[in-house]
């Protein structure tokens, strides 16, 4: 009987809040801190904003992924959400625009902001990358020293890599040479390096053209002769998403290719068990191109109170604050005047700081194809069929050529379906 | 000599009763049930003591059976406490010394009973001295980040409540299936059970729309009423309200007893034993409810067991040891569950499901 | 006893009303009172998205609210079934679809034959008078309670090519075997995992059965000096086959269905070697973009017709062999 009136008693206290405040739901997911940070740093925005109270709600990333779409389509769902399905979900975005001071963010997010955006005619500010990421390469540096070989340059091709890896990975007994997680997002940055432009001259995606079979070849090739850890592609089956970290840390791969968000893992799990280093995207003729992407703090049209989702978007876009968000998330910074004067990363080691400079010295040598393709919004489309498709390819299911067949069919489906 | 092994297995199998003293059959057949036990337990142990192991040993291989963590030791000089090694020095004796730090391939070293000297040791040479340790942080790191006795709360308002409608509902139809003659009777039977083709994830967008336009998201009733009548419990109500005779309820009815009254005054004690079956199965399937929560409840006050969990998943990452600390929470409930009642539900099962 | 005292008083309170609509209605359509909430339930949570499933069905687009959606008649359902040779799934322009179907097909025969085979093994087992027979009952039955998602871990963690099971391997001078990534260890697993979480309760159904076996019918069959096998053979076995019945049915409809545990131990892989017909659906329509609500809401219409031609198929040969 006591439990009934705690119980009402909370509701009729939880219900006073309510009415006290504006309240707004956030769903968030996070791989590391990130809803952590954003909580803790939301304490000075009810500080400041007594009236607005922000609940940090933080999900499974599957919710983010399949509730979150399902939700917003039947009229329902939180007021600001954390999501990497950009395009997918721009319908739903408020426009932020006339509450927040538009020079700011387009001089600051001028890059990311048309990935937000439902077309070229769309000059509408949706939302703000929170976690800027770009694709790229880790490699065991001890094991290098080990082996006695020094690390290919800058300019080095895949297929330097490639060999340098295999060569050290004999040397010092390592399991695989190479590692590249098992997305289509991935793949996109060396496809891209090898002369794949993605969509064709009218702007609809083309995906399968010479320079993406050439990258693909390349790695089923790899895959096979066991230069590419295969596990980690073939230990799943669908779209679904595998990394190779665990590998990294375990120094059992000598070269990964992942990207900048393992860096503050990576800083705490391998500690000083090894030396690794960021080496970026390796060339092909194109370019020498990773993928950005990221994720991204939304707000939705259907929220009561489109000023207050708007006040803190304009929270986090502030310089301060989002200098904070980005330093102890340990990422990249999306925001151009906090990149043009470099972040401290106070709280990093040596080795992590290092990284995170290095990553973003990368930003610059994004090809514009993969910024195109980032911000296309069927490109979760394009990365899951490349996943399931060139996994088929791999395990023999399908062979190369009618793998790359279905791909494109895959996607010409999902287009005319999304034009009904 | 073949035909006698395989008559004593046939013997093992079709005999009925023991003799008093243990045939070699029944040596047999303790052998099977040893490793049935083996294989039915082993996995589930094996992942409890795993769940104790720091993120690194969960990494080795081949893996040590007990958790083990390495050994560090306050050397003077040194702030921290430092990682001890096995160390084979050069002149072949094997010595216990920390580690102050490590540089690309080589180690610096001190004995803790020296450490004046730095020695240079190469990084492969070297072994961490380890003890029994349990990694705790993998439970802790679990309880720290959310609030668990709220999360334990809901979980087990939902499984409670929503058992508790099913068992009323159920029931009810069940006997009205089961004592009742009326047109279109096997119709309602028919399509209730038809309905057990239908796998519930199949239907999950529908149901959440229904969800939806109700009004439903976000509160526990949303979870609640979708799966508050199962064909399965109809079912296995009515086939055993069927062993119920007619004579009582006939005699029942001629003391002027309403039909509600027989329901619930001689109808659901006399069915006690499906219903605590019916309750058990009710209870796992919301307990380990995870689709329908996930799309249905999305504010943190709100989230099951289930959900807070599995919020560990992020996009990129999945440790082991949060993993299978997870693994062992979840499972924890029913195991304590089932280790009291475990002949009640057995039994229960083995006698009300068939007749 | 005390805990239940609040709901017997809250159903006696409720006698009164009860009695009053009886005396209104009559005492033989009161059963419908009775089936009234279990109906209103499932019309709304069961019948209704069924019927929804009809209409995404028979539409398309990406849009997720069925007002929003063209129609599109059959359009999915031809898609599913446009196949130059039913037997290669290459040649299908779903691959995947019937790729998952023949996988359903050959994991629900192995997957139903040895876990029927075992439980009846463990049936038999345990229905001798045998100490312990209690704690034994239950450990079969253990895994039943886990959830899938946890069967699956467990199984992952073993099978893991750092798991123990390879450590085993090696200690006995193996080679480690990548059990998740070949083929066809990965669908060996698959079945033998799925038997192991839902073995015992079949177990527990057929012993039932078995206990409810008379006692005589054995004496008379020990004076006649019966052999053991002729035991087995013709007298266990035939008065097992209702209890039987029930049970290749329940597991054959659940097999079909089986989803979650594999979903988490292999998500269907390598390639598509373990997938099964509701992960594809679930992945078509709910879990990977592009998200084809009625390319999956077609396939799920379709397991849904097999299923039921199955089950009916299973009982009337069933009907015939009690005849025969």
Known sequence: MRTWWIGAAALVSSAQLALAATELRYMCYQDGNECDVAEALLEDFHKANPDIKVTVDTVPYKAILESLPVQLAAGQGPDLARVTDLGGLAKYYLDITPYVNAAYWEENFGATLPWFRSG??????????????????????????QAKRPLPGPEATWDQWAEAARAVAKATGTPFPMAIDRSGHRVGGPAISMGAQIFAADGTPR?????????????????????????????????????????????????????????????????????????????????????????????????????????????????????????????????????????????????????????????????????????????????????????????????????????????????????? | MASLATSGVLDLVTRTRGKGRLHWTDWLAYGYLLLGLFLMFGPVVWVVLSSFKSEAQLLEFPPTALPYGQVSVAVPGYPEPLPLF??????????????????????????????????????????????????????????????????????????????????????????ALAKYDFRGRDLVFVLTIATLLIPPTVVLVPVFLVVAKLGLLDTPWGVIWPGAATPTGVFLLRQYMLTIPDELIDAARMDNASEWKIYWRIVLPLAAPALAVLAIFAVMWRWNDFLLPLIVLSRSEQFTLQLALN?????????????????????LPITLVFGFLQRYITTGIATTGIK | MRLAAPLHRLLELVDRPMAAL?????????????????????????????????????????????????????????????????????????DLFWRSL?????????????????????????????????????????????????????????????????????????????????????????????????????????????????????????????????????????????????????????????????YVLTGGGPGSATMLVVQYIYETGFAAQPRLYGLAAAASLLLAALLMILTLLQLRANRKSYRG
Not at chain 3, 194 to 221: N, T
Request: charged share 15%.
């Open chain 1, 207 to 420: 995906l399968v053209d010479d320079g993406f079979k050439a990258f693909m070849t390349k790695f089923v090739g790899w895959m096979k002769d066991g230069t590419m850890a295969r596990d980690v592609w073939v230990s799943q089956g669908g779209a679904a998403y595998q990394d190779a970290a665990q590998e990294f840390i375990n120094a059992r791969v000598v070269y990964y290719y992942s990207g900048s968000w393992q860096t503050g893992r990576f800083e705490k799990a391998i500690g000083d068990a090894f030396d690794w280093e960021v080496v970026g995207s390796p060339c092909g003729p194109a370019a020498c191109s990773g993928m950005p992407g990221g994720a991204a703090l939304v707000g939705f049209k259907r929220t009561a109170h489109p000023e207050a989702v708007a006040k803190v978007m304009d929270f986090f876009a502030a310089e301060p604050v989002h200098a904070q968000l980005v330093e102890r998330t340990k990422n990249v910074p999306a925001h151009k005047g906090i990149a043009a004067k470099g972040l401290a990363y106070p709280d990093a080691t040596p080795a992590g700081r290092k990284a995170l400079q290095a990553w973003a010295a990368q930003v610059a040598k994004v090809s514009p194809v993969a910024y195109a393709y980032q911000g296309y919004p069927l490109n979760r489309v394009m990365f899951n069929a490349t996943v399931t498709r060139v996994t088929q390819a791999i395990v023999g299911e399908l062979a190369f050529d009618e793998a790359m067949a279905k791909l494109e069919a895959d996607i010409a489906e999902a287009v005319a379906q999304a034009k009904k």
């Open chain 1, 120 to 145: 070229p005619g769309d000059k509408g500010i949706y939302g703000m990358m929170t976690q800027l990421t770009i694709t790229g390469a880790f490699v065991n540096k001890t094991l290098f020293d």
């Open chain 2, 311 to 331: 919020s560990f998943k992020g996009e990129m990452h999945t440790q082991w040891g949060n993993l299978l600390a997870m693994t062992v929470l979840t499972l």
């Open chain 3, 102 to 262: 023949f996988n359903t097909g050959r994991f629900v025969v192995l997957q139903v034959g040895f876990m029927i085979l075992f439980s009846l093994i463990t049936a038999l087992v345990l229905n001798r008078e045998i100490r312990g027979r209690g704690f034994f009952r239950g450990v079969f039955f253990y895994p039943v309670l886990l959830s899938p998602v946890v069967v699956a871990l467990i199984w992952k963690w073993i099978l893991q090519r750092e798991g123990v099971l390879n450590a085993w391997l090696v200690a006995f001078g193996g080679e480690p075997v990548q059990w998740l990534l070949d083929a066809g260890w990965s669908f060996f697993w698959v079945v033998f995992v799925s038997i192991w979480a839902h073995m015992g309760f079949y177990m527990l159904i057929l012993l039932a059965g078995l206990q409810a076996i008379p006692k005589d019918v054995y004496e008379a069959a020990e004076m006649d000096a019966a052999s053991p096998w002729r035991m087995l053979t013709r007298i266990t076995l035939p008065l097992l086959m209702p209890t039987m019945l029930v049970v290749v049915v329940l597991a054959l409809i659940k097999g079909v269905q089986t989803f979650d545990e594999i």
């Open chain 3, 22 to 94: 009886q005396r209104r209605i009559g005492p033989q359509r009161f059963a419908w009172i009775f089936l009234l909430p279990n109906l209103v339930i499932f019309a709304v949570f069961t019948y209704l998205p069924i019927v929804l499933n009809f209409v995404y069905a028979t539409t398309g687009g990406l849009a997720v609210l069925p007002s929003e959606r063209p129609f599109v008649g059959l359009e999915n359902f031809a898609s599913l079934l446009d196949c130059r040779d039913y037997l290669d799934p290459s040649s299908c322009s779903k």
């Open chain 2, 86 to 175: 096995r160390v084979r020095m050069p002149d072949g004796s094997l010595r216990e010394v920390a580690q102050i730090r490590r540089i690309g391939i080589q180690a610096q070293m001190v004995d803790p009973a020296a450490p004046e000297t730095i020695l240079r040791v190469d990084i492969a040479g070297r072994e961490p001295v380890r003890a029994l340790s349990l990694a705790t942080e993998n439970y802790t790191a679990l309880f720290e980040r959310f609030d668990f006795l709220r999360y334990l709360w809901n979980s087990v308002f939902i499984t409670v409540t929503a058992t508790l409608i099913m068992l009323l509902v159920n029931s009810m139809a069940a006997f």
